[in-house]
Nanobody
Framework: QVQLVESGGGLVQPGGSLRLSCAGS????????VGWHRQAPGKERELVAT???????NYADSVKGRFVISRDNTKNTVNLQMSSLKPEDTAVYYC?????????????WGQGTQVTVSS
């Protein structure tokens, strides 16, 4: 019902910036919370940032002040602007949409995009 596609990953030097995008298909994209998660080799997947349908945002402590999440419901996209990147930010970044109703809680995941921070 919902398909998510991430883009914008790549190789960047420490201190640099990257902008990730999540493009969604489906009628529920604009009315539900979307989040970015990441997973580094040998580590658990962790939450990076979320944005609600109304634009309310939350960030992991490790990225506060460096990352900004935003959404454009007209284009059905959610973006993650990453600045002051560190080697420890290296991971596969995943987009997730959470559909919640009084009778349903379902997560939809994208395939991920690789971000590598290295000199």
């Amino acid at each position: 019902q919902v398909q998510l596609v991430e883009s914008g990953g790549g190789l960047v030097q420490p201190g640099g910036s990257l902008r990730l995008s999540c493009a969604g298909s489906g009628s529920i994209f604009s009315t539900n919370t979307v989040g970015w998660h990441r997973q580094a080799p040998g580590k658990e997947r962790e939450l990076v940032a979320t944005i609600s349908s109304g634009g309310s945002t939350n960030y992991a402590d490790s990225v506060k002040g460096r990352f900004v999440i935003s959404r454009d419901n007209t284009k059905n996209t959610v973006n993650l602007q990453m600045s002051s990147l560190k080697p420890e930010d290296t991971a596969v970044y995943y987009c997730k949409l959470t559909e919640v109703t009084w009778s349903l809680h379902r997560d939809y995941w994208g395939q991920g995009t690789q971000v590598t921070v290295s000199s």
